[in-house]
């Protein structure tokens, strides 16, 4: 078995960035952290998770993401699996964030995408089924 443990993503303002990922995640703390030099920068680097995964930020990011919008090379977003979507979004937007658009119509699943304060997509899912076959049901 294979699981993802963790996903580095550099970023501008670390607090910023923090609140985003503390209102989606409540359940997450800072791992660790510290400061060091990176290509020659001071950069402060964090881990925030839990015992088993984790997002790994380093700050002091340069120039803009991506363009979503464009067929550019680069991450268009990345997803986490939810099991009340509609506390997520209460708590994202208690904390300021909005849902940037819903996903398509399914009957097995609800997902929103979110715009994090680094310009990265993050897709939030929730299953409404145990069944494999109707959790990975794609349209027709």
Known sequence: ????????LVVKDMEETLTFYKAA??????RGNGF?????LPRQWLHFG?????????DNGQGENRDLNTLNLGLAHFAFSVTDIDALAKRL????YNADKAGAENPYRRNLYYIDPNGFEVE?????TDLPNERNHYND
Do not use: C, R
């Open 36 to 40: 060091d030099k990176w290509h020659g």
């Open 93 to 96: 937007q208690t904390a300021g």
């Open 25 to 30: 995640f409540p359940h997450w703390w800072v």
């Open 50 to 58: 839990d015992d088993y995964q984790y997002l790994a930020f380093s």
């Open 124 to 128: 939030f899912v929730e299953s409404l």
């Open 1 to 8: 078995m294979m699981t993802l443990e963790h996903i580095n």
